[in-house]
């Protein structure tokens, strides 16, 4: 293994009090968007992947996280690495040997102090990397960033996904696994659920973002089905998982894990019963209602239709009448001019039989 030398102070991680590995990781938007800028700065269309840090802290979760969070019953914010910011390292490996490799550190601790001028209370709270799955050197990677925080994160971020519906990343921390036949324990990545989770000045830079990329020749109305069909399909693939989880429990190849039995059961109680009459008769009424609201815009689509339709037989009708009145004035025109050329004609000839007499005369 080869990596760079620091030379200016580490920072220290905490030592007050026992410090738990996270339980689930919020990651932003911004992370996302910086990651695919790296990537598709230095490892386009390569095999390579890159390396970088992530900033956030731990239980420092924003006000629309916390909510989210809080909505299931038994969980708090505590645990949760809220991971707000990032920046991308140095990175280098053989792809030959991956157990070498090179990280410079003093990019990384000038870097963060930087970043710490301009946030306070974002701290190093692990790294990501573009994967996209995790490789032999990555433990190692991990012990490095153990000198910054006790129990630093790798995210792995696809940044080519090939399912649109899922989320594009993958949360890890190192935990010591312990085996039951007395083997020594040994360094190993366990997965945390992720999510995406965004503030409210976020979700606005996003909607800009996305509004900027889309096809302009688009309408609105088949942009809005492209959307309702993407969820469908989502809410599609997650319940073929939830499907085939239940399906490898009751086979016997999984135990039973009561969260997420508790969390199904959840889902399950919030749906609407649809055996209710009231609830079918309110159904009815404002399927009617809309309908109705559609039935009127047709006729009125309809009349304003057949209202430019007229309008416009009107307007080539007076076109028409005009083009004929300029053909009829050009036409009496013409024959006018033709009558003066006709006479002018005359006259010059009429002169010149009076200059032919009067010479006859003269001689």
Do not use: C
């Amino acid at each position: 293994m080869a990596t760079a030398v620091a030379t200016t102070p580490v920072v220290p991680a905490a030592t007050s009090g026992p410090i738990l590995p996270p339980t689930s990781v919020i990651v932003h938007p911004l992370v996302l968007l910086s990651a695919t800028d790296h990537y598709m700065r230095v490892a386009k269309d390569t095999s390579k992947r890159v390396v970088g840090v992530l900033l956030g802290a731990k239980e420092m979760v924003g006000e629309r996280d916390t909510l989210r969070i809080a909505s299931h019953e038994g969980q708090s914010t505590a645990g949760v690495v809220n991971i707000t910011n990032s920046f991308a390292l140095p990175f280098e490996e053989d792809d030959k040997d991956p157990r070498i490799w090179f990280l410079d550190h003093n990019y990384l601790e000038n870097m963060f102090a930087m970043f710490k001028k301009v946030n306070a209370r974002e701290r190093i709270v692990g790294w990501y990397s573009t994967g996209p799955k995790i490789r032999s050197s990555d433990l190692e990677i991990n012990e490095v960033f153990k000198k910054y925080t006790r129990h630093p994160v790798l995210a792995i971020i696809d940044v080519q996904p090939e399912d649109d519906m899922a989320i594009p990343t993958d949360a890890y921390v190192s935990v010591e696994e312990v085996k039951d036949d007395g083997t020594p324990t040994r360094r190993t990545f366990q997965h945390l659920p992720s999510e995406i989770g965004a503030e409210e000045a976020e979700e606005i830079g996003v909607e800009h973002l996305l509004r900027d990329i889309k096809d302009t020749t688009v309408s609105t109305l088949a942009e809005k089905i492209s959307t309702k069909l993407n969820s469908l399909r989502g809410l599609r693939s997650r319940l073929e998982e939830i499907h085939q989880y239940l399906e490898t429990v009751e086979g016997g190849k999984m135990p039973v894990n009561h969260e997420i039995t508790f969390l199904m059961q959840e889902v399950f109680n919030l749906l609407p019963n649809l055996n209710v009459e009231e609830l079918v008769r309110a159904f009815s009424v404002k399927t009617n209602d809309m309908l109705l609201v559609i039935y009127i815009s047709s006729l009125v689509r309809s009349v304003v239709a057949l209202h430019n339709l007229i309008n416009n037989k009107l307007t080539l009708k007076e076109a028409e009448n005009e083009s004929d009145k300029d053909k009829a004035k050009k036409k009496d025109e013409d024959k006018k001019k033709d009558k003066e050329d006709d006479k002018k004609k005359g006259d010059k000839e009429e002169g010149k039989d009076d200059k032919k007499e009067k010479e006859d005369k003269k001689k």
